[in-house]
């Protein structure tokens, strides 16, 4: 893995500005990288850092009310599951909790009545993976149902049942989550990498590395 890092030093030292990190998803990396050598984080580069910060402390307390309105199992897809594959889990960005459900419609509509908003609710598109994101109070990150984790149309993924059966305990630590074991969770992430780019961000290939 020191690989890995030493390998991103050279594209993060060769990146033309934030704007290209923040694109790739590599602006917390970069200053956990440039506070490992003692050298100073620029501002723009430390608000990137400041993004995924807020996210990993955030995460736990709103994916616990999600929990505790819904009183059934969930599967975190990614978010804070993937941050804790990295080496401080403040070092992987993201903006909402993709939770995969049992029965979309009830959870949604429970979440809503407890206070929940849509936050795009002009754009479902039917059959779609995930509805419209929710929102809470406040809080900047959404969180996005799924009905299914989004699979290339063109394999033979397993049913969202056995999803269910083979998972284990989230790495969140709330009760009632679960997570794709580290097998199933490497193929949902290329999977989902190529459906919506295909890899066009250098933080999904670090993902799955």
Do not use: C
Not at 63 to 78: F, H, M, R, S
Not at 84 to 102: I, S
Not at 110 to 120: H, T, V
């Amino acid at each position: 893995m020191t690989d890995l890092w030493t390998s991103l030093d050279r594209i993060i030292a060769d990146a033309p500005d934030a704007n290209a990190l923040r694109t790739h998803g590599l602006g917390p990396i970069a200053a956990w990288r440039l506070r490992e050598r003692n050298e100073p984080v620029p501002p723009e580069i430390e608000r990137l850092a400041l993004g995924a910060a807020y996210a990993s402390v955030t995460a736990v307390p709103l994916l616990q009310k999600v929990v505790d309105i819904l009183q059934e199992p969930v599967i975190v897809l990614k978010g804070p599951e993937v941050a804790q594959l990295y080496p401080e889990r403040t070092l992987r960005t993201y903006g909402d909790l993709d939770l995969l459900v049992a029965d979309l419609p009830s959870a949604e509509r429970r979440l809503i009545d407890a206070g929940f908003a849509e936050l795009m609710p002009g754009k479902k598109i039917d059959g779609h993976h995930h509805d419209s994101p929710l929102g809470f109070g406040n809080m900047a990150l959404m969180v996005e149902l799924h009905r299914d984790p989004g699979w290339l149309n063109w394999l033979t993924p397993p049913s969202d049942s056995e999803l269910l059966r083979s998972a284990i305990p989230s790495a969140t630590g709330v009760a009632g989550t679960y997570a794709l074991p580290p097998e199933h969770l490497a193929l949902f992430l290329s999977s989902h990498a190529w459906r919506h780019g295909p890899y066009t961000s250098l933080i999904h290939l670090i993902d799955i590395e």
